[in-house]
């Protein structure tokens, strides 16, 4: 059995006008020490994905259907104290923006310390010896002194290293990272993405990356999954989906990255944008934006059709492999 | 933390300059002090001859300049009517004035913070709705009617609190007798310090509440969450020591505003304080002691705001009191 199985995850926001929902049917699974990573455009519905994994959608918000099951518990049904022992300790996560993560008027080891002694039975002098240890491993420069500063004493990047060493803390077993390197320089991105990728590794941590980069992705992740307008329209392994993207979104979100485009020319890009959610045109939701949309994408809402290792939620591709098995049974 | 303090005395150098220029100018359009000081009886003759030994035919720069040259001395002129230097007068009356902004304060801190933090994290309660709207009435009802109201009520109506005066004192040391050591003392206390608390409870709660939820909704408060620390450290330690910090300044400005309130209260509750006898002086045209009033309270301002500023950077360890931000 998979480590963590989200089966027909669906969350909706309550809202004064009426209910909207921003999550549909949302079905995948991550074994242990596996990595996987949720692209889309922003408001596509990925780091709503990655809270109400560990139930921590900000009101209104609220998982409405499916299950989240992580060791074989389902985590939607958890008590609110069952579900803190999970918090931090067995799932822990990255947040987006290192500025804004650390509570500016508490220490890096009072917010280290905190976190191991509300999982454990241990004094301060034990959970400062594993907060350095943690500190050490995150490679941040003069560990020890880092314990007694406060934020604002320190860059962008060490705040995020802190964090990823905050996350490390009690070796937990999956690691949410929501777009971890979106606030900060792009040497810094990387580095903190090859660190991220070198204790997953090392420490056969499953991971979750949370990011609109393909590049990202494609570097650090085995499975990935696209998201658009609250649902999966693709997922498979991150090598296929990269390489050989079976649904014309995806293949958008490929060709727009600026290493397609050619030097000098405009670059490429989906035209229209991102429907919101209270207005989430009927039939395949991408089709107003879809270069090969068809009469049927206006009405029917496509189911996913296996395509070597990838599973693709569009018409096309279903008429596609349709055609191919017909033509290969003709043979 | 030396250069902060002697930054902090020059600008209350130039602070109490400009407080003691105007003070010092409207008390020409007070009145005529000398209609006040003597009886129909005197001439006009002895009359301009008091005015001139009072230097007051002198040209105003020559007046401010005398007065100036004493004040910075500790001397603020003398009282017409009590016939003693007016500092010493408000200074007597200043004991009272302080043990009724203390209780007053009290009040405040040990309310306004758990029910504002209350009405913050569970806003759709019947309490938090009721708390919410009796601070609208309150902050809407001014000073001297609450106070009348609690008088009649509490003290007229249901006999549980006396209703003016400060009740039995105690010596402390110099002048400074305290009502804070008997039961008297203190049941004098109660009404008095409800009222004055009475427009900054509400003004408190309703601050502490909107700040309280803002920090609720930050990334910190959420990463936090995320660790699986428990609600209690999150509410009263991640979030409330942000909340505080806005707090705190503006608690610092507000304090000072408190002993301008005092006046409407004292005056109600017959409360021997500075603020009663403020009132009594501007109805004596007792210029001389209006000034050195306003000075007093003007000095009470910059010390209150000095402390809070200090208290401002032990809670928020990104100010440093040198001056200099550090990165």
């Not at chain 1, 518990?73 to 300790?89: C, F, P, V």
């Amino acid at each position: 059995m998979a480590l963590l199985e989200v089966k027909n995850l669906e969350v909706k926001f309550g809202l004064r006008t009426g209910e909207v929902t921003a999550l549909r049917d949302i079905s995948f699974t991550l074994d242990r020490g596996q990595r996987l990573g949720i692209v889309g455009e922003s408001g596509a519905g990925k780091s709503v994905a990655a809270f109400s994994i560990l139930n921590l959608i900000s009101r209104p918000g609220y998982i409405s259907g499916g299950e989240i099951l992580f060791d074989g518990k389902d985590l939607a049904k958890l008590s609110t104290k069952e579900m803190r022992y999970i918090r931090g300790n067995r799932i822990s996560m990255i947040f987006q923006d290192p500025m804004m993560t650390l509570n500016p008027v508490l220490t890096v080891g009072d917010q280290m310390v905190e976190c191991l002694q509300a999982h454990t039975k241990i004094n301060r002098e034990e959970a400062r010896r594993i907060s350095l240890e943690k500190l050490k491993l995150v490679q941040i420069p003069s560990p020890e002194k880092r314990l007694d500063q406060y934020p604002h004493e320190l860059s962008g990047g060490m705040k995020q290293r802190i964090i990823i060493a905050i996350a490390l803390l009690l070796n937990p077993d999956i690691i949410i990272a929501d777009e971890p390197t979106t606030a900060l320089d792009v040497t810094i991105q990387a580095e903190i993405m090859d660190l991220l990728l070198e204790l997953c590794t090392s420490q056969n941590l499953g991971l979750i990356l949370i990011t609109h980069d393909l590049g990202v992705v494609s570097q650090v992740t085995e499975q990935a999954i696209v998201m658009y307008a609250g649902r999966i329209i693709e997922q498979g392994p991150t090598k296929e989906i990269i390489n050989d993207a079976q649904h014309p979104y995806t293949q958008g979100l490929i060709n727009a990255l600026p290493q397609q485009g050619i030097p000098g020319e405009r670059l490429n890009q989906i035209r229209g944008s991102m429907p919101p959610l209270h207005r989430i045109p009927q039939g395949c939701a991408f089709h107003p934006r879809c270069d090969y949309a068809d009469a049927i994408c206006e009405k029917e809402l496509p189911g996913f059709t296996q395509s070597g290792g990838c599973q693709a939620a569009c018409h096309l591709v279903a008429g596609r492999i349709a055609l191919k098995a017909k033509a290969e049974e003709t043979h | 933390m030396l250069a902060f303090l002697i930054r902090r005395l020059v600008q209350a150098f130039v602070v109490m300059f400009v407080i003691s220029l105007i003070s010092f100018s409207i008390q020409d359009n007070l009145g005529d002090p000398l209609r006040e000081l003597v009886g129909q009886s005197v001439s006009e003759a002895e009359r301009q001859a008091l005015r001139d030994e009072l230097g007051l035919n002198d040209p105003f720069l020559t007046q401010y300049w005398r007065f100036a040259k004493n004040a910075v001395q500790g001397d603020l002129g003398t009282s017409y009517f009590f016939k003693e230097p007016a500092l010493d007068v408000i200074l007597k009356k200043l004991p009272a004035t302080l043990e009724l902004v203390f209780g007053a304060t009290l009040i405040i801190v040990f309310l306004s913070v758990p029910l504002g933090v209350y009405a913050a994290i569970k806003p759709n309660t019947l309490l938090a709705k009721a708390v919410m709207g009796f601070s609208i009435v309150g902050i809407s009802i001014p000073v001297f009617l609450t106070a009348i109201m609690l008088v009649y009520v509490f003290a007229i109506e249901l006999g549980w609190a006396p209703s003016y005066g400060r009740g039995e004192l105690v010596h402390v040391m110099g002048y400074w007798e305290s009502g804070f050591f008997t039961a008297d003392g203190l049941a004098h206390l109660i009404l008095p310090s409800i009222a004055l608390s009475s427009i900054m409870l509400p003004l408190f709660i309703r601050l502490i509440r909107a700040e309280m939820m803002e920090v609720l909704q930050s990334e910190y408060v959420k990463f936090a969450w995320a660790k699986g620390i428990s609600p209690k450290r999150i509410y009263f330690l991640h979030a409330l020591k942000n909340t505080m910090l806005p707090v705190i300044t503006v608690g610092g400005v507000q304090i000072g505003t408190m002993v301008a309130y005092t006046i409407l209260t004292e005056t109600v509750f017959q409360w021997p304080g500075m603020g009663f006898l403020f009132l009594e002086a501007v109805n004596r045209v007792d210029t001389p002691l209006i000034v050195a009033y306003l000075i007093v309270v003007g000095a009470i301002f910059v010390v209150t705001n000095t402390i809070v500023d200090l208290i401002y950077g032990l809670v928020n360890p990104t100010v440093k009191l040198t001056g200099k931000q550090s990165h």
